[in-house]
């Protein structure tokens, strides 16, 4: 029963580098989101995804970009990362959306940029 | 934006004591969530609450919603160390803002039970 995964779970990265995080879920849901977590400031979300083919942009979009593909997954990219994109990245889908219904998320990912 | 605030950030107590952790916002949700973090895992939904004034009680964990659905608290009895743990709330946001359905999360309150 895996239900969120993210791949990979630590990377670090020089400025100017480029990366993409994976997410993977395996509970058919239509919905998933990309958050990042910080020191004193909670979850933001950065962008999050409808559907298939769909994505639409979060809280913190810049200097991310986002793909889904395939229903069951959901990619983060950086393309020229920046020291200001040191975080713990989650990942998390649910079944209806937004409000209520419960957000399951991943284990996380946790980047350095130097 | 609607903030959320969480009161205290930090809170360290004894096995068996009880503690109470606050979320707080001047704007209106339409539902609140409770999640749990532990270290390097990813949040872990305890409870939503969608009325207000409603109460909702997990063993242990007492959830409240406030009457004009703007806070919330989290009260846990007899403390146990598997408590210990990174409390977040979350609200989504009210039918008459631009936040809509979209989760707000506070910062969290980071709670140690030692034996």
Not at chain 2, 53 to 82: M, N, W
Request: aromatic fraction near 10%; hydrophobic fraction near 35%; include cysteine.
């Amino acid at each position: 029963n895996a239900g969120v995964t993210q791949t990979p779970k630590f990377r670090v990265l020089k400025t100017g580098q480029s990366m993409t995080l994976l997410c993977a879920q395996d509970m058919n849901h239509e919905y998933m989101y990309w958050y990042r977590q910080d020191p004193g400031m909670g979850l933001r979300l950065i962008h999050y995804s409808v559907g298939e083919g769909t994505t639409a942009k979060g809280e913190v979009p810049d200097g991310y970009n986002v793909s889904r593909l395939k229903k069951q997954n959901f990619l983060l990219g950086l393309e020229s990362a920046a020291p200001s994109q040191t975080s713990v990245y989650f990942c998390a889908s649910s079944y209806e959306g937004w409000g209520s219904d419960i957000q399951y998320f991943g284990a996380g990912t946790r980047l350095s940029v130097l | 934006t609607q903030l959320l605030e969480q009161s205290p950030q930090f809170l360290s107590i004894q096995e068996g004591e009880n503690l109470t952790v606050y979320c707080n916002s001047s704007s209106v949700f339409s539902s609140l969530q409770w999640y749990r973090q532990e270290p390097g895992e990813g949040p872990v939904l305890l409870v939503t609450v969608v009325t207000g004034g409603e109460v909702k009680k997990l063993k242990r964990l007492t959830f409240q919603f406030g009457d004009a659905r703007k806070d919330s608290s989290l009260h846990i009895t007899a403390a146990q160390p598997g408590d210990t743990g990174l409390y977040l709330c979350a609200g989504a946001g009210s039918m008459t803002t631009d936040s809509w359905g979209k989760l707000q999360f506070g910062a969290g309150t980071q709670v140690v039970v030692t034996p």
